[in-house]
């Protein structure tokens, strides 16, 4: 069964930094892009990063950039996501994924949440003022 487990979520203060993890299980996903997506409350999920394959390209949205930072551990079949400079804007549940080994390094396909396959459950990060 294959399985992606995010870790590492919690309360943090404004400008304040956490850490999450992606383990993956049940198969690698070293041939395949990941990324990261959140959900505030109410609202849409959105993109906030994503890593190629070989993990030599990276993407970020805009509202993210500079702040947060995303890198793979192909040895422990893990991503991460290391989040600084927290605001509150940042608070949603954040997402885990994995896209299909098909997908094209392109921004416009790999910020859409329709280019990934496996997803996991999510973690809270909840950033107070």
């Known amino acids: 069964q294959v399985q992606l487990v995010e870790s590492g979520g919690g309360l943090a203060q404004a400008g304040g930094s956490l850490r999450l993890s992606c383990a993956a299980s049940g198969r690698t996903f070293s041939n395949n892009a990941m990324g990261w997506f959140r959900q505030p409350p109410g609202k849409e999920r959105d993109f906030v990063t994503a890593?190629?394959?070989?993990?030599?390209?990276?993407g970020y949205a805009e509202s993210v950039k500079g702040r947060f930072t995303i890198s793979r551990d192909y040895a422990k079949n893990t991503m991460y996501l290391q989040m600084n400079s927290l605001k509150p804007e940042d608070t949603a549940v954040y997402y885990c994924?994995?896209?299909?080994?098909?997908?094209?390094?392109?921004?416009?396909?790999?910020?859409?949440?329709?280019?990934?396959?496996?997803w996991g459950q999510g973690t809270q990060v909840t950033v107070s003022s």
């Open positions: 890593i190629s394959s070989s993990g030599g390209s990276t």
């Open positions: 994924a994995a896209a299909s080994s098909s997908l094209i390094w392109l921004r416009s396909f790999y910020s859409s949440h329709r280019s990934y396959a496996y």
